[in-house]
């Protein structure tokens, strides 16, 4: 049988077009309205920044506040930024008039991160008290990952505390009768405890050779070798010393050149072979302060853990063990200088 294709002459060819004008075309259709989405969707810190604000604008306060913002969740600081914002918009909206470079109240705001949430909290000075308003957002509304079970975390135990200056703290290993000893770097000594929290006692007193220190710009730090027991060095401006704690020997010093170590870099074995930096995080002696733990090698990028105190850092020190380190901080609530034991510790 004899079969003839044609096209009719009235039929017109429907153009088609290319696979790739079609590919292009739905990828910059699907673009348009996921970038549609997120801009449309609320930012879930914001929203709960702005919470917040409603709540401690329904509390007792005072005319005129000043702002006084401590970032402790390591959000970068646009973010942070950011949720300052819609804070202080949502506050002047409430008629809460925020003051800044004036002699006023402090109202103060402090974020923290915990395992699942990220928490506001918001200290309102009212008169004659403060009150707390505290807002939480969950980590996963966010965008913030939860804390993998195998990461790492921070804990803090408190050893000392007293209302003379520290300059300095350290953690020794245990000696032979198997106790520890804390030294604490003052002014004009170092002292030297036996025993543990709560039951310290003083073992010896080492003077500090002169010249002394002008008191208020005093500055010192020791040097802990972990997981030895050799002789404590001593960093003063201008000056190494060394001192025998076992012993009832002078101070040693010499004339130097002094660099300031940046921070205590801490290992755990049983957390694996990473090596960590852990340096404070302030810049304000007036404020409140955090300990942040970032990998070696890598000071840029986010915190792997970090905790929080009620005042500046003054100093980080060796521990006991690589995987402590001796902190000191001053208490802006008390005005008491405290030195904790900081622990690197495995999981949530």
């Known amino acids: 049988m004899l079969r003839c294709r044609f096209t009719p002459v009235h039929e017109r060819l429907v153009p088609r077009l290319p696979l790739v004008a079609v590919a292009c075309a739905a990828f910059f259709f699907l673009f348009n309205l996921i970038l549609t989405t997120a801009l449309a969707r609320p930012d879930a810190l914001e929203d709960g920044a702005e919470r917040l604000a409603k709540k401690a604008a329904a509390l007792p306060h005072e005319r005129r506040m000043s702002l006084v913002w401590t970032n402790h969740a390591a959000l970068t600081e646009q973010r942070v930024e950011r949720l300052r914002a819609a804070f202080t918009a949502q506050m002047e909206a409430a008629q809460v008039r925020l003051v800044q470079g004036e002699m006023a109240p402090a109202l103060r705001v402090a974020i923290e991160l915990t395992p699942t949430q990220i928490v506001f909290t918001a200290s309102v000075p009212g008169e004659g008290s403060a009150s707390v308003a505290i807002e939480e957002v969950a980590r996963a509304a966010a965008g913030i990952d939860a804390s993998p079970a195998n990461g790492v975390r921070l804990e803090k135990e408190l050893l000392w505390q007293q209302e003379g200056k520290i300059l300095s703290a350290g953690l020794l290993p245990a000696g032979a009768d198997g106790g520890k000893r804390l030294v604490l770097l003052t002014e004009e000594n170092l002292l030297v405890y036996s025993g543990g929290p709560g039951n310290w006692r003083l073992e010896n007193t080492k003077v500090l050779p002169g010249p002394r220190q002008a008191q208020r710009s005093a500055r010192g730090q020791l040097i802990v070798a972990a997981e030895s027991n050799e002789p404590v060095g001593v960093l003063l401006p201008g000056r190494r010393c060394e001192a025998d704690v076992a012993d009832d020997s002078s101070v040693a010093c010499a004339n130097v050149t002094t660099e300031w170590p940046s921070g205590r870099l801490m290992a755990q074995p049983s957390c694996g072979t990473q090596t960590w930096w852990l340096k404070s995080d302030g810049v304000d002696w ?20 970090e905790l929080g105190f009620a005042g500046p ?24 200088y405290e030195v904790y034991r900081v622990a690197l510790l495995c999981g949530n």
């Open 313 to 336: 850092v003054i100093s980080v020190s060796g521990g006991d063990h690589a995987g402590n380190a001796t902190a000191v901080a001053r208490n802006l609530n008390s005005g008491n």
């Open 286 to 305: 007036t404020e409140e302060d955090r300990l942040l733990l970032r990998s070696a090698g890598a000071s840029k990028e986010a915190a792997g853990a």
